[in-house]
């Protein structure tokens, strides 16, 4: 077995509140000089950066999973990776059919627009991403599960946008691959209050927005190789693999 660095939870230029510095590149570069092995693409309901990241990513020799922080109705955030581009372009046509027809004030809450690697403008989002789906959490999860994907609530008992801040507690009928905590929850004193959570994998992850943000917490991994059936496994505690270190 082999330690991996991860933070799997990560913006880009395409979230609107992503700063216009978190370009492939430099998202890369900055993440391998800051020891890191394993990195998540999570924009705001989009995927659409991810592919060129994941590029430069094999490229340079740092893994890069694809995937999304999807708004549910509730207006709870989920990270969701999937392993391949064929289900990664599934999802994102999922997020199209179901993020509301509201037009993006770029004034006011940022560009939406990913770039290639020489930063140059691929494309650009018009209808706001950081408005929450028509979908349940019940419903973004099926999804995720009929496309093989991994569904992580995402920094869990943050006051806003978090499972306990608008649901009160963790649905019984939704199996995560693992929960998101922030760095200022301390997880033994949640894990006590909570004990429903003892048994998910947990993750800590930067969530980084700026490039000064990459890397500043993490996770490290136990497995054999840096890929996503290996990361499944680590997460459900398979075969030895598992998370043996938050940062």
């Known amino acids: 077995m082999k330690r991996y660095k991860a933070d799997l939870h990560m913006h880009t230029v395409l979230s609107p509140c992503g700063s216009l510095e978190m370009s492939p590149m430099t998202i890369v570069d900055t993440a391998l000089a800051r020891g890191l092995d394993i990195i998540g693409i999570t924009d705001h309901n989009s995927t659409r950066q991810c592919a060129e990241i994941h590029k430069v990513g094999m490229q340079k020799g740092l893994t890069v999973l694809c995937g999304a922080e999807v708004t549910t109705k509730e207006e709870v955030h989920c990270l969701t990776f999937f392993e391949n581009f064929e289900k990664l372009e599934a999802f994102q046509e999922y997020l199209d059919k179901h993020l509301p027809n509201i037009l993006n004030d770029a004034d006011k809450f940022g560009h939406q627009v990913w770039v290639n690697a020489d930063e140059e403008i691929e494309g650009q989002e018009d209808r706001l991403l950081i408005n929450a789906l028509d979908q349940s959490i019940d419903e973004v999860e099926a999804k995720v599960r009929g496309l093989n994907g991994l569904f992580i609530p995402a920094h869990i008992f943050r006051p806003s946008f978090s499972v306990y801040s608008q649901l009160g507690f963790m649905p019984f ?58 990361l499944r496994m680590a997460l459900h505690q398979q075969a030895g693999r598992k998370v043996v270190e938050l940062r």
Do not use: C, W
């Open 173 to 230: 009928d939704i199996k995560p691959d693992a929960i998101g905590m922030s760095a200022r929850v301390n997880v033994d004193e949640q894990m006590q209050k909570h004990p429903e959570l003892k048994n998910y994998t947990v993750l800590r992850s930067s969530d980084a927005h700026f490039t000064d943000q990459i890397g500043s917490h993490y996770s490290i991994i136990e497995m054999k190789e840096a890929t996503f059936e290996e």
